[in-house]
């Protein structure tokens, strides 16, 4: 038993370890960082918390944080759904279902900067892509950059488009980890199709959506690249992520003590969101 | 210290030597063919050299054809062609590292590098190191590379707008003395516009050694201007003559209507007044600036507290970008705004060049330097020939802030400007080859070489300004450039050509008052404000004067944030508070 | 035809719509990105969908990119690759080492739900608040402008993803396959290797592919932590927009070369997961 409790400190070690080491200094910084108010042609000086106080007032701070908790609530049941969707159909046999398969990952491998300039194109209002299907049946020419609800959603396309993959990969796994003895036992039991998924399958599966689910919250309010060439924030900011704003305040106009504010405002409100959501999900993880 | 008395002594003895070579060169270069090498106008050197080619093929310059110009200790500018002898200064084994815009070695900027980097590289021993970076991460990446002092930069070509964090950092180099030492190849200060001249400095002091010329200029279509059913048409409709080209933005309202909504070019879909590219993070508050300026400048002799000033009050760091001369600029912009498609909020510079020069599809647009070039490209323009260009318009009426009132003029006032970045090399102050990067700068902005980079370098993103840029006939004599080069050797139509380079002349050398660009540390911080809220004017959010008082709050705030007493001071050095403006050249 | 075979078909021709549909999804932007590529600058902006029938394709946009860019390219894909793969081995590795303990172990100093939370929390902070220390860590260790940067920084980034992944993969898996093995006198490291491990290959597949992507894409630290020789293809993308607009159709000729390994990569791993579940057949 002894020489067992030393062995799990070899395997959990070596990660946490690493992660510590490099991010430890980073992040006593950025705290540090955070109290004073340093910019260029400056001196560092310590004004305490009243950054913090300051983000209350941001208007570009609320504005930011409703389009992307809109954002989330509109892309990741989405996102969800069609992944869910998509692994169990790949489970299902049929030719081709390799390539398929491969299909369902690629979006994920395609840069998001690489694809919001594709945007660009595909978006195009005068003549794109989109615009020239719907004109053709009818639906006429729809404004996906210029009108801020549209800009939303031609963001939120691109990012069901590619985060879907990245949750059909992670579903995949975990339809494919399944124990197949308990599909056995239960087929011979008379239960198939949608009875099958429902009692057997989904519960089986949900602590590995939970997962992935958790993820992409937590990255959706990361949500950079794949925004800033398609509409740049706009118009105006109504398609400003929290990131966006973030990565503006701290690396074009290097304001570095609020940028770090901002981002361990991120991190409490992230960290207060999982708690939450732990309360309601312990029994998934049975830990 | 003791560096400096070195170098004056070896500037003599080098001098001396110079003298002798370029004596014995001459007499060469007599006896062989002697080529107007002794005149003052370097542009003919470049005629004997150049191997006429067609416009976008890469031209590769062989030693045989590299003319080199020496100064001596006397102010005399002396050519020398043939093969290279002891150029004045070498600096063997070093390495100059220039960070630049990616765009390879034929995009803008960078091709300017990749382009001569041979050429210098033999001229003075030295190493050439382009490190390309992305257009949008230029400024995180110089300025990263300063604060944190790792120091891999010697020179960064930037953009105005980070002149004010690198000087105020004191990360950059000043080279006033560089400039006096003969050592390095001469670019005249006096033959820069005011405005690139104004982007440079700070305080009085160069810290930049100016390329690019980056202004806004108005174009349009000069097949429709001539003709002669739409001059009818329009006398009828609007009462005067069809303005050619227009003098105020209440004409390019009228003229952008005119055009707006039926099907001048005979493809069978109706076309547009005017396009433009009004997307938010992009170059809305550019193109914004260049309506407002002249509404909101009113011109004097002295940048002082009413006159020649745009952005703020230099005694109270008040913001003006409220005041009614900007809030009547944004109006005209809504107002022309209907005259487009509506697309063009979304739009960055892609679309919209595509929409006038490629589609051909909007009878005038206002934009950079850029366009004229792009026309001229077959591959690309469908207006090659028809282009009008024009010195953005003025206005009859200017906001006079001390009497707070509409002063109004028998003339339409033009604000002239650089709006753009205007694109220049700095040297860090961390680099350890300062004086090769220096002569790197320097001779890439000398005469030969900067008319090269216009014409020759297809793809070389810099436009023109320089007194050698301009032929003598569209620039009422001053200018030292020739128009035969622009066709054969730059590839443009002769009218084009005519109509852009004076619409760039009369823009710089004959407007009544000019923008400052705004270089203060905050200055992408007091952008981005402005150009959010342009934006939610134009999409309708908000009314102009509300969106603007909206701006001049959040300007008060960042002011506030980063030091009102320390802000009014940058800001004060940066304009040139109380020096003299010089437009018309002498 | 009997009404069961009949639904059966329905089924089958459902299946084969959804896939369909699915598919068009799916390949929509990318089939664009490689059209797009072989437009000529005029046709960038005109929905122009099938080379040679609506529009004349042209290989100019890819000489031009292998003749004037093509030493940058190789620099990039070079890059990219190295760190992204070996730092997707770095962390699918010790991902399933720390995600095994979690299941396995029970810890006393902190509990399994506690360092679980950690590792979640990991993904909390967002990039640009880590850019400049990172910086001056790096600087510190004489390693700006080299791969090993980068692979450092995206195992640090990533290992959360594998370690949750492989934490749920390894629940799945009884525990009895482990303790018969080891009662055949394997050690719990042989066991791990041996039984464990090879079980969780759906798992492992997911962890690699999700941490090679998250480093391949990835752009910010790319951006700092490189000069010119480690840049990665994202900055090689993202170089595609300079003063004079974005070259939309280099985007797109670098989309399509950005997107080739990972393909290739899919491919061979689709291999890997089928002969993983053969392998994985369990029985009680």
Same mark, same amino acid.
């Given at each position: 038993m002894r020489k067992e409790e030393k062995v799990k400190y070899l395997f959990l070690l070596p990660s946490v370890a690493l992660v510590l080491s490099f991010v430890i200094f980073p992040l006593i910084y950025s705290v540090f960082l955070s109290l004073t108010n340093w910019q260029i042609g400056r001196e560092l000086s310590f004004i305490g918390l009243s950054n913090y106080l300051k983000i209350f007032t941001d208007f570009r701070v609320l504005n930011s944080l409703e389009f992307t908790l809109k954002f989330i609530a509109l892309t990741v049941p989405i996102e969800a759904f069609l992944a869910l969707g998509l692994a169990l159909l790949s489970q299902k046999s049929f030719t081709g279902n390799k390539v398929f398969r491969i299909l369902c990952i690629l979006p994920f491998f395609a840069s998001p900067i690489a694809l919001s300039y594709l945007g660009i194109t595909i978006f195009y209002e005068e003549g794109g892509p989109l615009n020239n299907i719907l004109s053709l049946i009818g639906v006429g020419k729809i404004p996906w950059i210029s009108n801020p609800t549209y800009a939303f959603l031609s963001v939120s396309l691109l990012d069901i488009w590619q985060w879907t993959a990245f949750l059909y990969v992670i579903f995949l796994a975990g339809l494919e980890s399944l124990p197949k003895d308990i599909y056995e036992a239960a087929m011979v039991d008379g239960a198939s199709g949608w009875r099958l998924f429902k009692s057997i399958t989904l519960p089986l599966l949900l602590p590995i959506i939970t997962t992935g689910v958790i993820f992409k919250v937590i990255e959706s309010f990361k949500v950079f690249d794949l925004i800033y060439a398609l509409t740049g924030g706009g118009p105006g900011i109504s398609t400003e992520s929290y990131t966006m704003y973030i990565y503006k305040t701290g690396l074009r106009f290097f304001r570095m003590g609020y940028a770090a504010s901002l981002s361990l405002i991120l991190l409490i409100i992230l960290s207060i969101l999982l708690m939450l959501a732990m309360i309601r999900l312990r029994r998934v993880y049975e830990v | 210290m003791k560096e400096r008395k070195i170098s004056r002594r070896d500037a003599l003895s080098t001098a001396a030597k110079v003298a002798i070579g370029v004596v014995a060169a001459g007499v060469i270069a007599g006896i062989g063919g002697y080529y107007a090498g002794s005149q003052v106008a370097p542009a003919k050197t470049v005629t004997e050299t150049k191997t006429v080619t067609a416009p976008g093929t890469t031209i590769t310059v062989g030693a045989a054809t590299v003319t080199e110009k020496v100064t001596e200790t006397v102010t005399k500018t002396v050519t020398v062609t043939g093969p290279l002898t002891t150029p004045a200064v070498r600096f063997e084994g070093a390495t100059v590292t220039v960070a630049c815009m990616a765009g390879g070695p034929e995009g803008p900027h960078s091709s300017v590098l990749y382009y001569f980097k041979d050429e210098w590289e033999k001229l003075t021993g030295a190493k050439l190191n382009v490190i390309e970076i992305p257009f949008g991460e230029l400024h995180e990446k110089v300025l990263t590379d300063a604060i944190t002092g790792a120091g891999v930069y010697d020179v960064a070509k930037i953009c105005a707008t980070s002149l004010g964090d690198l000087v105020v950092g004191g990360y950059v180099e000043c080279i006033d003395d560089y400039m006096k030492d003969p050592r390095f190849p001469k670019w005249d200060p006096a033959h820069v516009p005011e405005p690139v001249r104004r982007c440079v400095t700070w305080g009085g002091k160069w810290y930049g050694i100016p390329n690019d010329c980056d202004g806004i200029y108005l174009y349009y279509r000069r097949d429709l201007w001539e003709d002669s059913y739409n001059r009818e048409e329009f006398k009828t409709k609007y009462g005067y003559e069809l303005p050619d080209p227009p003098k105020t933005w209440d004409e390019v309202r009228d003229c952008a209507e005119f055009f707006n909504g039926w099907d001048w070019n005979g493809d069978g879909e109706p076309e547009y007044g005017?396009?433009?590219?009004?997307?938010?993070?992009?170059?809305?508050?550019?193109?914004?600036?260049?309506?407002?300026?002249?509404?909101?400048?009113?011109?004097?002799?002295?940048?002082?507290?009413?006159?020649?000033?745009?952005?703020?009050?230099?005694?109270?760091?008040?913001? *003006? /970008?409220?005041? %009614?001369?900007? +809030?009547?600029?944004?109006?005209? #912009?809504?107002? &022309? =705004?209907?005259?487009?498609?509506?697309?063009?909020?979304?739009?960055?510079?892609?679309?919209?060049?595509?929409?006038?020069?490629?589609?051909?599809?909007?009878?005038?647009?206002?934009?950079?330097?850029?366009?004229?070039?792009?026309?001229?490209?077959?591959?690309?323009?469908?207006?090659?020939?028809?282009?009008?260009?024009?010195?953005?318009?003025?206005?009859?009426?200017?906001?006079?802030?001390?009497?707070?009132?509409?002063?109004?003029?028998?003339?339409?006032?033009?604000?002239?400007?650089?709006?753009?970045?205007?694109?220049?090399?700095?040297?860090?102050?961390?680099?350890?080859?300062?004086?090769?990067?220096?002569?790197?700068?320097?001779?890439?902005?000398?005469?030969?070489?900067?008319?090269?980079?216009?014409?020759?370098?297809?793809?070389?993103?810099?436009?023109?300004?320089? *007194? /050698?840029?301009? %032929?003598?006939? +569209?620039?009422?004599?001053?200018? #030292?450039?020739? &128009? =035969?080069?622009?066709?054969?050797?730059?590839?443009?139509?002769?009218?084009?050509?005519?109509?852009?380079?004076?619409?760039?002349?009369?823009?710089?050398?004959?407007?009544?008052?000019?923008?400052?660009?705004?270089?203060?540390?905050?200055?992408?911080?007091?952008?981005?404000?402005?150009?959010?809220?342009?934006?939610?004017?134009?999409?309708?959010?908000?009314?102009?004067?509300?969106?603007?008082?909206?701006?001049?709050?959040?300007?008060?705030?960042?002011?506030?944030?980063?030091?009102?007493?320390?802000?009014?001071?940058?800001?004060?050095?940066?304009?040139?508070?109380?020096?003299?403006?010089?437009?018309?050249?002498? | 035809?009997?009404?069961?075979?009949?639904?059966?078909?329905?089924?089958?021709?459902?299946?084969?719509?959804?896939?369909?549909?699915?598919?068009?999804?799916?390949?929509?932007?990318?089939?664009?990105?490689?059209?797009?590529?072989?437009?000529?600058?005029?046709?960038?902006?005109?929905?122009?969908?099938?080379?040679?029938?609506?529009?004349?394709?042209?290989?100019?946009?890819?000489?031009?990119?292998?003749?004037?860019?093509?030493?940058?390219?190789?620099?990039?894909?070079?890059?990219?690759?190295?760190?992204?793969?070996?730092?997707?081995?770095?962390?699918?590795?010790?991902?399933?080492?720390?995600?095994?303990?979690?299941?396995?172990?029970?810890?006393?100093?902190?509990?399994?739900?506690?360092?679980?939370?950690?590792?979640?929390?990991?993904?909390?902070?967002?990039?640009?608040?880590?850019?400049?220390?990172?910086?001056?860590?790096?600087?510190?260790?004489?390693?700006?402008?080299?791969?090993?940067?980068?692979?450092?920084?995206?195992?640090?980034?990533?290992?959360?993803?594998?370690?949750?992944?492989?934490?749920?993969?390894?629940?799945?898996?009884?525990?009895?396959?482990?303790?018969?093995?080891?009662?055949?006198?394997?050690?719990?490291?042989?066991?791990?290797?041996?039984?464990?491990?090879?079980?969780?290959?759906?798992?492992?597949?997911?962890?690699?592919?999700?941490?090679?992507?998250?480093?391949?894409?990835?752009?910010?630290?790319?951006?700092?932590?490189?000069?010119?020789?480690?840049?990665?293809?994202?900055?090689?993308?993202?170089?595609?927009?300079?003063?004079?607009?974005?070259?939309?159709?280099?985007?797109?000729?670098?989309?399509?070369?950005?997107?080739?390994?990972?393909?290739?990569?899919?491919?061979l791993v689709q291999r890997w997961i089928i002969r993983g579940l053969t392998l994985g057949a369990l029985k009680r």
């Open positions: - | 005017l396009c433009q590219s009004l997307k938010v993070a992009a170059q809305a508050w550019f193109k914004y600036l260049a309506v407002a300026a002249c509404y909101s400048v009113l011109p004097g002799p002295v940048v002082d507290r009413y006159h020649n000033v745009f952005h703020f009050d230099p005694e109270t760091m008040e913001p *003006r /970008i409220n005041k %009614p001369g900007p +809030i009547k600029g944004l109006e005209m #912009l809504i107002e &022309l =705004k209907k005259y487009g498609p509506e697309a063009m909020i979304g739009w960055d510079i892609g679309p919209s060049w595509d929409f006038f020069v490629t589609k051909g599809k909007a009878a005038l647009t206002w934009d950079w330097g850029d366009i004229a070039r792009m026309a001229q490209d077959p591959k690309r323009s469908v207006i090659k020939g028809k282009l009008g260009a024009a010195p953005l318009p003025g206005s009859y009426e200017v906001w006079d802030e001390e009497n707070k009132t509409w002063k109004r003029f028998d003339r339409p006032i033009r604000c002239g400007n650089i709006l753009g970045c205007d694109w220049f090399y700095v040297i860090l102050k961390h680099s350890k080859n300062k004086e090769a990067a220096y002569h790197l700068c320097a001779w890439l902005s000398a005469p030969e070489q900067l008319f090269k980079t216009v014409t020759v370098i297809w793809g070389s993103g810099v436009d023109p300004g320089w *007194r /050698i840029h301009f %032929p003598p006939e +569209i620039s009422e004599g001053w200018g #030292l450039g020739n &128009l =035969k080069e622009w066709v054969t050797v730059g590839g443009y139509d002769e009218r084009d050509a005519k109509a852009f380079l004076k619409a760039v002349y009369e823009q710089y050398f004959k407007s009544d008052t000019f923008l400052e660009y705004l270089k203060i540390p905050g200055a992408s911080e007091l952008m981005d404000s402005l150009d959010i809220h342009i934006n939610e004017a134009l999409v309708g959010k908000r009314s102009a004067k509300d969106a603007l008082d909206a701006c001049a709050r959040d300007w008060e705030r960042i002011v506030e944030e980063r030091g009102k007493d320390q802000m009014k001071k940058w800001y004060q050095e940066s304009i040139g508070y109380g020096l003299p403006i010089k437009i018309k050249p002498d | 035809m009997s009404r069961k075979d009949f639904s059966k078909m329905l089924k089958k021709i459902l299946i084969y719509l959804l896939v369909l549909i699915a598919s068009v999804w799916l390949v929509f932007p990318l089939y664009w990105a490689f059209t797009t590529s072989f437009k000529s600058k005029v046709d960038v902006f005109k929905p122009l969908f099938i080379p040679f029938i609506q529009y004349q394709p042209t290989l100019d946009n890819w000489i031009n990119e292998i003749t004037l860019r093509g030493d940058v390219i190789m620099t990039g894909l070079r890059n990219s690759l190295i760190a992204a793969s070996i730092s997707a081995l770095l962390c699918t590795f010790l991902g399933s080492m720390a995600g095994y303990a979690l299941v396995r172990f029970r810890f006393r100093r902190w509990s399994n739900k506690d360092i679980l939370l950690w590792f979640f929390s990991l993904r909390f902070l967002p990039p640009i608040a880590l850019a400049l220390p990172f910086f001056a860590i790096f600087m510190t260790l004489g390693l700006i402008d080299n791969v090993l940067a980068l692979i450092i920084s995206y195992t640090v980034f990533f290992i959360p993803f594998a370690t949750l992944v492989q934490y749920d993969v390894f629940r799945n898996i009884p525990v009895e396959l482990e303790e018969s093995a080891m009662v055949d006198g394997c050690s719990r490291t042989g066991a791990f290797l041996r039984v464990a491990l090879p079980l969780s290959a759906p798992g492992i597949i997911a962890s690699f592919i999700i941490c090679f992507a998250f480093a391949w894409n990835e752009f910010l630290f790319a951006l700092v932590l490189t000069y010119k020789n480690s840049i990665t293809l994202p900055i090689v993308i993202a170089g595609a927009e300079h003063s004079q607009g974005v070259d939309f159709w280099y985007i797109c000729t670098r989309a399509v070369i950005a997107i080739m390994p990972p393909v290739i990569l899919a491919t």
